[in-house]
Every structure is written in C-alpha cells, then in structure tokens.
C-alpha cells in the first residue's frame, strides 16, 4: 500500500525549532518529487516547501524562506522540514504529499495524515 | 505569485443536485489545475489533474473543465458522500497555490 505517514508535530514556543518527518512506503520514494502543505486550524490548504528527486532543487513559499529547510533521505525514504525561528501564524498541521508524476511537480496525489504543530508561549 | 479565488465560498445543495464550483486565477496560467476534496479531519484527495482529467477510483460524477483564467469542478449528481470542502490548485513554474476552499453543506 502507498503510504505516507509523519511524524513529529508539538508545542513550541515562538521563536523555537523542530523537525517534523515523512515516512513513505510502498513506492519508490526516490523517483517522486515530496513537498510539505500545511493547513492553520479551520483555514485553506497552504503549499510550503517542495524538493525533487535527488535533493538537488528546494523551494519555499516566501512566508518560510530563511526559517525552513526541507531535506530528504533516499536511503531511509523519508522527508523532513526543519522548522526555526517558529511563529504563532506557523501553527498548523503539516502533511507530506507525493507528486503525482515522476517528471513534474504539479500535483498531489498522495497525502499523509498529518501532523500537529503548534506554536504557543 | 498567482492567486486563486474560489466561488461560493459555501454551497447549500440536495442529494442528486448538479454543483458547479468556480476557480479563477489572477492571470493566465496553463494546464496545471487540480481539484482536491477534503472532510473534516482527513488529509485532501486528489479529484482532477491536468484541468480536466479524473484520478483513478474518482466517480466520474466529478468532472473539470475551462481554460485561461476560469476553471469549473461540476459533480452531476451530488451523492451524500460528496459533502465536503473543495480546494483547486495550480502549478506554475515551483509555485503551487491554492484556492480558499468552497464547502458543500447539506441543504
């Protein structure tokens, strides 16, 4: 079965950091671009970051460029966001979503769960 | 960036009602346009890629059209499981952005 499933969502404090991760199974991860799209609580869908294949090209919505960093492991078919200087407006759950086709980016056609984080003082 | 706007942003409808949603685009953009539903608590699903082409398991109830600037997801016959919140979505050159979303409520 084709799946996506993250991890690493919590409460942090504004100005903080975390890592949240994407494990993918049952594809093979290294041939699918991966991205990260967020959705604030009782908000629309947000894209956030995107990054191909083999890691080699990286982009950011502006709202994150500079704090987030997304990063991949062929190996460990997994995809992370590194999330600093955290911002109460970046409260949100975060899915991991698989492009649909190998050669381009354009859609989403897997998604995971999601995962939870809040930023609080 | 190109913005997306979608209308009604809320759609009272019947079980077997014909439900058009409309997207449209700040400027032209091309093939890229998708049509995702989600429930309350679940992640997005993919209906429609490419405008206008429909996901494999989709119902073909749901279809996609337009072109330019003006897209449209029509369900033909909108079934009980179809009550849910639609999102459209574009591609252009590494930025994706989507629609505000237009919730299918039960009438």
Redesign the interface.
Known sequence: EVQLVESGGDLVQPGGSLRVSCAASGFTFSNFWMSWVRQAPGKGLEWVANIKQDGSEKFYVDSVKGRFTISRDNSKNSVYLQMNSLRVEDTAVYYCARARVAATPATFDIWGQGTMVTVSS | ?IQMTQSPSTLSASVGDRVTITCRASQNINS?L?W?Q?KPG?????LI??VSSL?SGVPSRFSGSGSGTEFTLTISSLQPDDFATY?C?Q?DT????????TKVEIK
């Open positions: 960036d890229w998708a995702y989600q679940k992640a997005p699903k993919l890629y490419k996901e999102y979505q591609y590494y930025s994706w952005t989507f629609g505000q979303g």
